[in-house]
């Protein structure tokens, strides 16, 4: 699903990819993922396959749970620019 004009960033699945980027701010800054609990992962991973829904990951695997958050927050900073 492609981000355009019409679609707002309040839209609840892009708020909940808001209220966590802090983690993947920190992890760009710092290189450490930081309080990233399962449950925030869950609501992360749920909001991104809510645009793609063929979306999956392994969870266990460190450099794939990085890989994921650079992932969905390339989709938000370009979905979140093309709304500006």
């Not at 979306?55 to 709304?83: G, P, Q, R, W």
Request: net charge negative; proline share 5%.
């Amino acid at each position: 699903m492609t981000i355009g004009k019409s679609m707002p960033i309040e839209e609840p699945h892009m708020k909940i990819l808001s209220q966590h980027k802090e983690i993947y701010d920190r992890y760009m800054v710092c290189g450490e993922i930081v309080n990233l609990f399962p449950h925030i992962k869950n609501d992360i991973v749920n909001a991104y396959k809510f645009y793609h829904p063929q979306y999956e990951f392994n969870s266990h695997c460190a450099s794939c749970v990085a890989d994921m958050l650079v992932t969905v927050y390339k989709f938000y900073e370009e979905a979140h620019k093309n709304i500006l």
